[in-house]
């Protein structure tokens, strides 16, 4: 049972990082849009994870977190989505925010990708263990 476990996290971690990849590359082309035309990266950042968040959620409900070919998807998953992404939203902002003030819009663009990685992180852990469980 335990070597199950393991080999479920693993295909678990694996989907998770290509559905994660395909997210990031559209919400950092649109954040990079976003801000290229003015818009303030506390504003930008936000709107580019609206623009994607409808699509991760249905990729991590059918591919990254299904079971035996069965979707995760649910108002249950839907109502621990929610508040998990707009907290996870929330730090990268002001992350992005901090950064884009210290050091300019130009680093920011490229700290995007890293930062978003990191929340990634804590992100599939909550996924995993609290919205699609």
């Not at 335990?2 to 649109?30: E, H, K, M, N, P």
């Not at 992404?85 to 995007?112: E, P, Q, S, Y």
Request: hydrophobic share 55%.
């Amino acid at each position: 049972m335990y070597r199950r476990i393991i080999a479920l996290g693993s295909v678990q971690s694996l989907r998770f990082i290509i559905a994660g990849l395909t997210q990031l590359c559209l919400d950092w082309g649109l954040f990079v849009a976003f801000t290229a035309l003015g818009m303030p990266t506390v504003i930008a950042n936000p709107l580019a994870r609206c623009c994607v968040v409808g699509f991760g959620f249905w990729l991590h409900g059918v591919y990254t977190f299904a079971e035996a070919g069965e979707s995760k998807l649910g108002r249950r998953q839907l109502a621990r989505f929610v508040p998990s992404w707009t907290l996870l939203t929330l730090l990268g902002t002001v992350t992005l925010d901090v950064i884009t003030k210290t050091f300019g819009l130009h680093i920011a663009w490229l700290a995007k990708p890293a930062v978003d990685a990191g929340l990634a992180v804590i992100s599939f852990f909550v996924m995993r263990g609290w919205v699609f469980k």
